[in-house]
């Protein structure tokens, strides 16, 4: 007996939508990494880490990177090892906490970002931003600040 797919209709939009999120974001990340990891010798993990610091003028705090990431403060930790012996990025005691280090991009740093972000732009573009309208983009956005406050909310409560 030939077995079909659930349609849209049949699904209720919640499920439809949360599934369409997961799947999105599974095959955007999965194509991103293997562009970076091909052509330049870096994880998505990193760029996100990376992409997290060249979006501040100023070193930002570890504990920063590893709320602001989708990854653990253990991965952060690990990821940070990883560029700073690859000479991407540089660890300094924080001076506003002696318990804590910045961590910037250093010059190297800087320019394997600019390559790799262009490396993913051109990645996502026939895929994603070729496709979406400014509304689309827009729209998505929102939806992700509202998940994020939720989230932000719900750990401050908790906390």
């Known amino acids: 007996m030939a077995k079909r797919k659930l349609t849209q209709a049949e699904m209720p939009v919640a499920d439809h939508a949360f599934y369409g999120l997961v799947w999105a974001g599974t095959v955007l990340t999965e194509r ?18 990376m992409l997290w610091l060249a979006s501040s003028p100023d070193p930002v705090p570890a504990s920063v ?9 253990s991965q952060v930790s690990r990821v940070v090892d990883a560029l700073q012996s690859r000479g991407l990025v540089t660890r300094t005691p924080s001076p506003r906490d002696a318990r804590s280090v910045e961590v910037a991009l250093t010059p190297a740093g800087h320019r394997l970002f600019e390559e790799a972000d262009a490396t993913r732009r051109a ?31 719900r750990a401050a409560k908790d906390g």
Request: proline content about 3%.
């Open 32 to 49: 991103v990494d293997r562009a970076l990891s091909k052509a330049h010798d870096l994880p998505v993990s990193w760029f996100e880490v």
């Open 123 to 153: 990645c996502l573009a026939p895929v994603f931003t070729d496709l979406l309208d400014a509304e689309d983009l827009e729209a998505l956005s929102k939806v992700w600040h509202k998940l994020k406050a939720n989230k932000e909310e």
């Open 65 to 73: 990177l590893g709320n602001s990431t989708m990854l653990s403060r």
